[in-house]
């Protein structure tokens, strides 16, 4: 095992690592936690989608020649600064698609049968006759899901709700060749779902595209599921749809700004609220921490990077 001296400087802006994935770091490398007066010998910042890095905190570690995010989200990043600085990025794609579509599918699947309700009923003491007291759920086979994004993500997600007997559709900038109706109107989507998923990337296209509109669309029968990021919905307008029922009911992983959630949405009776939980399975994280392991030693080696990010030119 290399001397401790001997180990490369590593400016970690992040605790969201498994503690396996960190031993592993530790022994090659002086992890140090970011600070403004960050390690200027550092070569690498390693950081999470929610936490990211600014123009300052590359500034902070004037050696920094890597950006290593621990997860896909990109848009904490700021790639432009990131360029202008000759600083290189990589994430860790393509290992949580099937972790986020499986709690998307739970999420809708919690709503539609009310299985938070039912478990605070139980846990209070009120069923007390062997006819519970509760409003019916609803099932899914012939309902209608929208699903707004169809990337690795939004397929899985359709895949598992096709075996639920849902009727799919979905919206994105262009169609594909999938058996499932391309739609090309996001109101027009939303007014023809029982259920409307959020599985698109966060970018300046997106942001905001879930409005009042949108959601009035859904309407009071509707529910909205975001496993995607807070800011594709316009939150403020969420909360107003919901405490008026022109939006049924909410799940939502994601939150705009995270992990500050709107008191009033926590006090509403008809959201499930779960804190960014989409990638959170032991193997999931595991695997995407020895990712993240092979980009830095494949940097530190001077050889391709396995999953570079595109910096805008």
Not at 45 to 71: F, H, K, Q, S
Not at 142 to 167: D, E, H, N, S, T
Not at 184 to 192: G, I, N, Q, S
Request: proline fraction near 9%; glycine fraction near 8%; include cysteine.
């Amino acid at each position: 095992m290399p001397q401790h001296s001997a180990r490369l400087p590593l400016v970690m802006a992040t605790e969201a690592l498994p503690p396996a994935i960190t031993q592993v770091l530790a022994t090659t490398h002086d992890l140090q936690p970011f600070s403004p007066e960050a390690n200027p010998h550092a070569r690498v910042l390693v950081t999470d989608p929610g936490r990211g890095v600014t123009a300052a905190m590359m500034d902070a570690v004037p050696g920094l020649e890597l950006i290593a995010v621990y997860g896909v989200g990109i848009d904490a990043v700021d790639l432009a600064a990131a360029a202008a600085r000759s600083i290189r990025v990589i994430n860790t794609p393509g290992l949580l698609t099937d972790a986020v579509a499986d709690l998307a599918m739970a999420l809708l699947l919690s709503s539609a049968r009310a299985i938070p309700a039912s478990d605070t009923y139980v846990r209070s003491g009120r069923w007390t006759n062997l006819v519970a007291q509760l409003p019916l759920g609803r099932g899914l086979r012939g309902r209608r899901l929208g699903i707004v994004g169809l990337g690795g993500i939004g397929y899985q997600i359709a895949l598992r709700a096709q075996g639920f007997g849902l009727i799919i559709a979905w919206h994105g900038p262009r169609p594909k060749d999938v058996p499932w109706r391309h739609e090309p109107d996001l109101t027009a989507l939303a007014e023809d779902s029982d259920f409307l998923i959020l599985a698109c990337p966060a970018n300046a296209q997106t942001r905001g595209i879930v409005n009042a509109g949108v959601l009035a669309a859904l309407g009071p029968q509707g529910t909205l599921v975001n496993v995607a990021r807070g800011s594709i919905v316009d939150e403020p307008a969420l909360i107003e749809a919901l405490e008026t029922g022109t939006l049924g009911f909410a799940a939502l992983d994601v939150f705009a700004d995270e992990p500050n959630v709107p008191a009033r949405l926590r006090a509403l009776p008809n959201v499930i609220l779960t804190p960014h939980q989409g990638s959170a399975t032991q193997d999931t994280r595991e695997a995407m921490g020895r990712l993240l392991i092979n980009n830095l030693a494949a940097f530190f080696a001077d050889q391709p990077l396995p999953t570079p990010v595109a910096l805008p030119a």
